[in-house]
C-alpha cells in the first residue's frame, strides 16, 4: 500500500509542474530528491525507478553513469574521467562552463635534440570556448583583435564581421539529462595533430611525418581548481624518414607535448597598462571601434605580471604575491647558484618601482609531483640538443589585458658547454712554457652567436697576455656568463623587449672599471646582445658581463610597475594612468635611457647593434681586432702536445676570423649612418633622426681600410696555415667536410672583405648618403664622390697613391677584382641604384684605367708576372664596360 501512495505522490508533483509550465531544469531539481528517496525506500535500481525519463533520456543516463562508475575520476576545473586499462580519457564540460573563455597553452615537452624539434618550445597559447551545436561540441578559438564598447550598437555587429575560429566539432558522447553535463572522448580533440606537428616536423626536418594513432596515448593527466594538466605522448613515421642523426632510425619518432587549459582571471584587481613607445615593452594590442575620434584605433597595453604592493602607502613594500621562479631539477647543480643570481639581480629594479623582494627564487624538489610546463609554474628549464644552442624566455599572456600568467625559460646546455670545451680544449694543449696571460645570442632569442662570443673570451682567457688559464678564473668566467644570459632571459619573462642601445652607456676607457660597473652598470640595459668584455691590451681586465641591471632596465620596470595614485584609489581605467605614466616616459631623451629593439638595428644607427660595446664603438672594434691579432700571434705560436691532432687549431683560428670581422663590419655602419630615437614632441630633443659627424664617418673608413682592406691587415705565419687540419673523424655528428682538405685562406679573406665592402656600396646606403645632403650642412656630411674615392685610393693604393713599380699581393689581387667587379655592375645595372652612384662609378673607373695605364707604360716591363696580367687584365675589362654601357645608352 505505501509503495502505491509514494507513486501517487510522484505523478502528482510531475502533473503539477505540467500544468504550471515549470522549466525543465527546475523539472529535474524537483523530482531528483524523490527519485532518491524512493529508491533509497525500496531498493530499486536509479534507471528501473526513472523509466518515466523516456527511452532517449533513460539510455543517456546510462551512458553518462556507466562512464563516470568504471573509470577514475579527477576533479577539478574540468572533470576528467579515465581508465587505466583501455587508455581512454573523457572530459566533463558544465552547463555554464559553454560559451567561457579558457586559456590553452602547449608546450612541447619532449624533442628530438636537433633541427628545431627541442624540449621545452612553447607551440601555442591562446583562448577558446566550448559552443554546443546539436549533438556536437565546437572547440572555437576566440578572436580578441577587435572590441568595442559594450554599450554601443556596433557591438552587435563585430561577431558578424570578424570570425572566431572553430577548430573541431567534437561528438558528444552523451549528456546527463539530470546536470547537463556533456561528456566528450578526448581523444577526438587531443589525439589528432591538435598542436600542428605535421607541419612543423615537415619544415624543420624537410620529410613527411603523419601521426600513428596506434604509437600514440595519453600520459599525465591532472586537473586543478584553476587548471587541466595534459600529457599527449604522439608517434609519428615517414617512410623515407629524414636526414637525421639523434635518432637510432628517423622513419619513426616520438613527441611529447603538454597542454595546459586553464581559467582566465577574473575581477582581481589588474589593471591593464598602457603601453609607450620610447619604452621597450611586449604588448598586446587590439583595435577598438568606439575610438572613432582619435587618429589611431589601436589600444595597446603592455604585458607585465600583476604585483600589488601589500602595503599601499609603503614606499617600499614587499609584493601581495610575489613572482616566483623554479629551477627545474634537471639543471647541473654547478649552475643552480649563477641562475638564481641572475634571476635576482632584477629586484634592484623593482627597488625603483616600490618593491621590495618582488621576486622570488626556489629549487624544483627532485621528487616534485608536477611538471615544469605545468601553468601554475614559473620555471627555468634545461634541455640537451645536437645543434640548438639558445636560450628563450616565453609568457603566456591574458589576451584582453596583457596580464602575464605564466613563464617558462629554456636553456640549450650547449650554451655553456661549448665554453667548458673550448678552455678545457686549450688548458689541456697550450705549452707548459707559454706565458702568463691577461685578459663577446632569437622569437628565438640568445643564440648560436652568443655561445661563439662567449667562447672567444675562453680563447682569450687562455692566449691573450698576463692571464692565468687556471680553473677558478674559468669557473667566474662561466659563472659571469650564465648570470647575465638568465639576467636577460628573466627580462623577456617580465615583459621587456631588446634594447640594442644599451650597451652606448660607459666610454670605452669605463668599461674595466669595477667601480662603475659593479654600481652603475656595464649597460645600461642587460637587454641588449652583450658581447664578452675583453679589455684591450695592456690594460687590466673588469667584468666580463654585467654585474647589475642597468638604468635602463630600472626605468623600463618603474614604467611597467610603479603604482599609481589611480592603483590607490581603486579605478579601473587604463586612461586613469595617463599622466601618471607620461611623467616617467618624459625621461627617454636621457641618454642612459636610450632604447633601440629589433626593429631598429639595420645599418641606419651605428649606435644600435648587437655584440657592440660602449660609446665610441670606433675605439671598441679597434680593440677586439687588435685583441683578434694578439690571439693570432699566440695562436701562431701555440703548440700541441704529443698525441693530440691539429682540428682545434682550425676551430680557433676560424672562431678569431669570424670575431674579428664581425667587429670591422661595425665600423661599416657609421658610413651614412643617423642615431635614432624614439621620441614624442613634448621630448626636448634636436630631432628624431640625427646623421653621423662627418668625421666620424671619415675615421670609420680610415680604419676599414686599416683593419681590412690594407697590405698588411692579414699577417699569418706559413706554419700557422699548415697546420689547419680538419678533423677526420666519420660518424654521426662528426662529418668529414667534402671541400677542400686544405685551409682556403684566400677565399676566406676574400669572403669577409667582400661583404663589408658591398655593404658599403649598396643601394640604401647610398641612397641614404644622398638624401643626407639635404638633411646636413654641406660640410657635415660625407658625400658619394668622397666615399668612391676613399675606397678606390686605399684599395687600389698600389697604383694611384705610389709613384714606384711595386708588386701587388694575392690577396690585394682578390680584393681589387672584386672592388671593380661592384664598380662594373654599378654601371652596368643601374637597378635600384641613384643615378649619381651610376655616373661616378663611371667617373672613378675612368680615372682608374688612367692610372693603371700610366703605371703600364712607365713600369710595365719592372712588374712581376702576376702584377703585370692583373692590371692589364683590368684596364681591358674597364674598356669593354665603358664601350658596352656606351653602346647601351645609344
Known amino acids: 500500500m505505501q509503495h502505491w501512495i509514494r507513486k501517487?505522490?510522484?505523478?502528482?508533483?510531475?502533473?503539477?509542474?505540467?500544468?504550471?509550465?515549470?522549466?525543465?531544469?527546475?523539472?529535474?531539481?524537483?523530482?531528483?530528491?524523490?527519485?532518491?528517496?524512493?529508491?533509497?525506500?525500496?531498493?530499486?535500481?536509479?534507471?528501473?525507478?526513472?523509466?518515466?525519463?523516456?527511452?532517449?533520456?533513460?539510455?543517456?543516463?546510462?551512458?553518462?553513469?556507466?562512464?563516470?562508475?568504471?573509470?577514475?575520476?579527477?576533479?577539478?576545473?574540468?572533470?576528467?574521467?579515465?581508465?587505466?586499462?583501455?587508455?581512454?580519457?573523457?572530459?566533463?564540460?558544465?552547463?555554464?562552463?559553454?560559451?567561457?573563455?579558457?586559456?590553452?597553452?602547449?608546450?612541447?615537452?619532449?624533442?628530438?635534440?636537433?633541427?628545431?624539434?627541442?624540449?621545452?618550445?612553447?607551440?601555442?597559447?591562446?583562448?577558446?570556448?566550448?559552443?554546443?551545436?546539436?549533438?556536437?561540441?565546437?572547440?572555437?578559438?576566440?578572436?580578441?583583435?577587435?572590441?568595442?564598447?559594450?554599450?554601443?550598437?556596433?557591438?552587435r555587429s563585430l561577431a558578424r564581421s570578424f570570425s572566431d575560429s572553430v577548430l573541431y566539432a567534437l561528438e558528444i558522447e552523451t549528456i546527463d539529462p539530470e546536470s547537463k553535463n556533456i561528456l566528450i572522448n578526448l581523444d577526438d580533440l587531443l589525439m589528432r595533430d591538435f598542436p600542428g606537428l605535421t607541419s612543423i616536423l615537415k619544415y624543420s626536418l624537410q620529410s613527411d611525418y603523419r601521426l600513428e594513432t596506434s604509437k600514440s596515448y595519453f600520459g599525465n593527466l591532472n586537473s586543478f581548481p584553476e587548471n587541466v594538466e595534459i600529457d599527449a605522448i604522439y608517434g609519428f613515421s615517414s617512410a623515407e624518414g629524414a636526414d637525421l642523426i639523434t635518432l637510432p632510425d628517423s622513419r619513426a619518432l616520438?613527441?611529447?607535448?603538454?597542454?595546459?587549459?586553464?581559467?582566465?582571471?577574473?575581477?582581481?584587481?589588474?589593471?591593464?597598462?598602457?603601453?609607450?613607445?620610447?619604452?621597450?615593452?611586449?604588448?598586446?594590442?587590439?583595435?577598438?571601434?568606439?575610438?572613432?575620434?582619435?587618429?589611431?584605433?589601436?589600444?595597446?597595453?603592455?604585458?607585465?605580471?600583476?604585483?600589488?604592493?601589500a602595503d599601499p602607502h609603503a614606499p617600499l613594500s614587499p609584493p601581495k604575491q610575489p613572482i616566483v621562479f623554479w629551477i627545474e631539477n634537471a639543471v647541473p647543480l654547478e649552475y643552480r647558484d649563477a641562475i638564481r643570481e641572475g634571476v635576482l639581480m632584477w629586484n634592484q629594479a623593482f627597488k625603483k618601482a616600490g618593491f621590495q623582494n618582488a621576486i622570488e627564487v626556489r629549487q624544483m624538489p627532485d621528487d616534485a609531483d608536477w611538471q615544469p610546463a605545468d601553468i601554475r609554474y614559473n620555471t627555468i628549464r634545461w634541455f640537451n640538443s645536437l645543434d640548438a644552442g639558445f636560450a628563450k624566455g616565453p609568457i603566456r599572456v591574458n589576451p584582453f589585458t596583457g596580464e602575464i600568467l605564466d613563464a617558462d625559460i629554456i636553456i640549450d646546455a650547449n650554451m655553456v658547454r661549448s665554453i667548458q670545451q673550448q678552455y678545457r680544449a686549450l688548458k689541456e694543449t697550450t705549452n707548459n712554457s707559454c706565458q702568463n696571460f691577461d685578459l663577446h645570442s632569437s622569437e628565438v632569442c640568445y643564440s648560436t652567436e652568443s655561445a661563439n662570443q662567449a667562447a672567444m673570451g675562453a680563447l682569450a682567457l687562455s692566449l691573450l697576455p698576463e692571464t692565468k688559464p687556471q680553473p677558478e678564473i674559468m669557473q667566474e668566467y662561466v659563472h659571469q656568463y650564465l648570470r647575465s644570459l638568465i639576467a636577460h632571459e628573466v627580462g623577456h619573462t617580465l615583459g621587456l623587449r631588446h634594447n640594442f642601445q644599451g650597451s652606448t652607456m660607459l666610454s670605452p676607457q669605463e668599461l674595466n672599471n669595477t667601480e662603475i660597473t659593479h654600481t652603475k652598470g656595464l649597460a645600461a640595459s642587460v637587454m641588449d646582445y652583450l658581447?664578452?668584455?675583453?679589455?684591450?691590451?695592456?690594460?687590466?681586465?673588469?667584468?666580463?658581463?654585467?654585474?647589475?641591471?642597468?638604468?635602463?632596465?630600472?626605468?623600463?620596470?618603474?614604467?611597467?610597475?610603479?603604482?599609481?595614485?589611480?592603483?590607490?584609489?581603486?579605478?579601473?581605467?587604463?586612461?586613469?594612468?595617463?599622466?601618471?605614466?607620461?611623467?616617467?616616459?618624459?625621461?627617454?631623451?636621457?641618454?642612459?635611457?636610450?632604447?633601440?629593439?629589433?626593429?631598429?638595428?639595420?645599418?641606419?644607427?651605428?649606435?644600435?647593434?648587437?655584440?657592440?660595446?660602449?660609446?665610441?664603438?670606433?675605439?671598441?672594434?679597434?680593440?677586439?681586432?687588435?685583441?683578434?691579432?694578439?690571439?693570432?700571434?699566440?695562436?701562431?705560436?701555440?703548440?700541441?702536445?704529443?698525441?693530440?691532432?691539429?682540428?682545434?687549431?682550425?676551430?680557433?683560428?676560424?672562431?678569431?676570423?669570424?670575431?674579428?670581422?664581425?667587429?670591422?663590419?661595425?665600423?661599416?655602419?657609421?658610413?651614412?649612418?643617423?642615431?635614432?630615437?624614439?621620441?614624442?614632441?613634448?621630448?626636448?630633443?634636436?630631432?628624431?633622426?640625427?646623421?653621423?659627424?662627418?668625421?666620424?664617418?671619415?675615421?670609420?673608413?680610415?680604419?676599414l681600410q686599416e683593419y681590412v682592406f690594407a697590405e698588411d691587415a692579414f699577417n699569418f705565419s706559413p706554419q700557422l696555415l699548415n697546420q689547419l687540419a680538419p678533423p677526420r673523424w666519420e660518424h654521426w655528428g662528426s662529418a668529414v667536410r667534402n671541400s677542400r682538405l686544405d685551409y682556403p685562406i684566400h677565399e676566406r679573406i676574400l669572403q669577409f672583405q667582400s661583404r663589408i665592402l658591398r655593404s658599403l656600396l649598396d643601394s640604401d646606403r647610398l641612397h641614404r648618403l644622398r638624401d643626407l645632403e639635404l638633411k646636413s650642412q654641406p660640410d657635415q656630411v660625407l658625400t658619394i664622390p668622397?666615399?668612391?674615392?676613399?675606397?678606390?685610393?686605399?684599395?687600389?693604393?698600389?697604383?694611384?697613391?705610389?709613384?714606384?713599380?711595386?708588386?701587388?699581393?694575392?690577396?690585394?689581387?682578390?680584393?681589387?677584382?672584386?672592388?671593380?667587379?661592384?664598380?662594373?655592375?654599378?654601371?652596368?645595372?643601374?637597378?635600384?641604384?641613384?643615378?649619381?652612384?651610376?655616373?661616378?662609378?663611371?667617373?672613378?673607373l675612368r680615372q682608374l684605367q688612367k692610372a693603371i695605364n700610366i703605371k703600364l707604360r712607365k713600369f710595365g716591363k719592372q712588374l712581376d708576372i702576376y702584377t703585370l696580367a692583373h692590371l692589364q687584365f683590368t684596364s681591358d675589362r674597364i674598356t669593354k664596360a665603358l664601350n658596352a654601357q656606351l653602346l647601351s645608352r645609344n
Open 531 to 703: 658581447p664578452v668584455n675583453l679589455a684591450p691590451p695592456g690594460v687590466k681586465q673588469g667584468d666580463y658581463f654585467p654585474w647589475v641591471v642597468g638604468p635602463y632596465d630600472e626605468w623600463a620596470i618603474e614604467y611597467g610597475y610603479k603604482p599609481s595614485p589611480q592603483t590607490a584609489m581603486q579605478s579601473s581605467i587604463p586612461e586613469a594612468e595617463k599622466e601618471f605614466l607620461e611623467q616617467i616616459a618624459l625621461a627617454s631623451p636621457q641618454p642612459e635611457l636610450s632604447y633601440a629593439t629589433d626593429e631598429d638595428i639595420w645599418d641606419i644607427n651605428p649606435l644600435a647593434n648587437v655584440w657592440d660595446m660602449s660609446s665610441d664603438v670606433l675605439v671598441y672594434s679597434q680593440w677586439q681586432m687588435d685583441n683578434a691579432r694578439v690571439i693570432w700571434q699566440h695562436l701562431n705560436e701555440h703548440h700541441l702536445t704529443k698525441g693530440d691532432g691539429y682540428g682545434n687549431t682550425l676551430v680557433l683560428f676560424n672562431r678569431i676570423l669570424q670575431y674579428y670581422f664581425r667587429n670591422a663590419r661595425l665600423l661599416s655602419k657609421y658610413i651614412g649612418g643617423q642615431s635614432f630615437q624614439q621620441l614624442h614632441l613634448s621630448d626636448e630633443h634636436s630631432g628624431v633622426f640625427v646623421p653621423v659627424p662627418r668625421l666620424k664617418q671619415r675615421q670609420a673608413l680610415e680604419k
Open 8 to 155: 501517487i505522490a510522484i505523478y502528482t508533483i510531475i502533473l503539477c509542474i505540467f500544468f504550471l509550465n515549470v522549466d525543465e531544469a527546475v523539472a529535474n531539481q524537483l523530482v531528483k530528491p524523490d527519485i532518491q528517496q524512493l529508491n533509497a525506500l525500496s531498493g530499486v535500481e536509479n534507471l528501473a525507478s526513472a523509466d518515466m525519463m523516456g527511452t532517449g533520456r533513460r539510455e543517456d543516463y546510462r551512458r553518462f553513469r556507466e562512464i563516470v562508475t568504471a573509470k577514475k575520476k579527477l576533479e577539478g576545473l574540468f572533470n576528467l574521467y579515465y581508465s587505466q586499462e583501455s587508455g581512454q580519457v573523457y572530459w566533463e564540460i558544465k552547463p555554464e562552463q559553454l560559451n567561457k573563455n579558457y586559456l590553452a597553452t602547449v608546450t612541447l615537452e619532449s624533442g628530438i635534440g636537433e633541427s628545431g624539434i627541442y624540449s621545452g618550445l612553447p607551440l601555442a597559447d591562446f583562448l577558446f570556448y566550448w559552443r554546443q551545436v546539436n549533438n556536437h561540441l565546437h572547440f572555437v578559438v576566440r578572436n580578441v583583435k577587435f572590441r568595442t564598447d559594450v554599450t554601443e550598437p556596433e557591438q
Open 254 to 309: 616520438t613527441l611529447k607535448v603538454h597542454y595546459s587549459f586553464s581559467q582566465l582571471p577574473e575581477n582581481n584587481g589588474y589593471i591593464p597598462r598602457l603601453a609607450d613607445d620610447r619604452v621597450g615593452y611586449f604588448i598586446t594590442a587590439f583595435q577598438d571601434f568606439s575610438k572613432n575620434n582619435t587618429p589611431d584605433t589601436f589600444v595597446r597595453y603592455i604585458n607585465r605580471w600583476h604585483l600589488e604592493p
Open 786 to 844: 668622397e666615399l668612391f674615392d676613399s675606397l678606390q685610393t686605399g684599395i687600389w693604393t698600389e697604383i694611384v697613391a705610389t709613384q714606384q713599380p711595386q708588386p701587388i699581393s694575392s690577396i690585394r689581387r682578390s680584393l681589387q677584382r672584386e672592388h671593380l667587379n661592384i664598380m662594373l655592375e654599378m654601371l652596368l645595372d643601374t637597378k635600384d641604384l641613384p643615378e649619381d652612384a651610376c655616373t661616378l662609378a663611371w667617373y672613378e
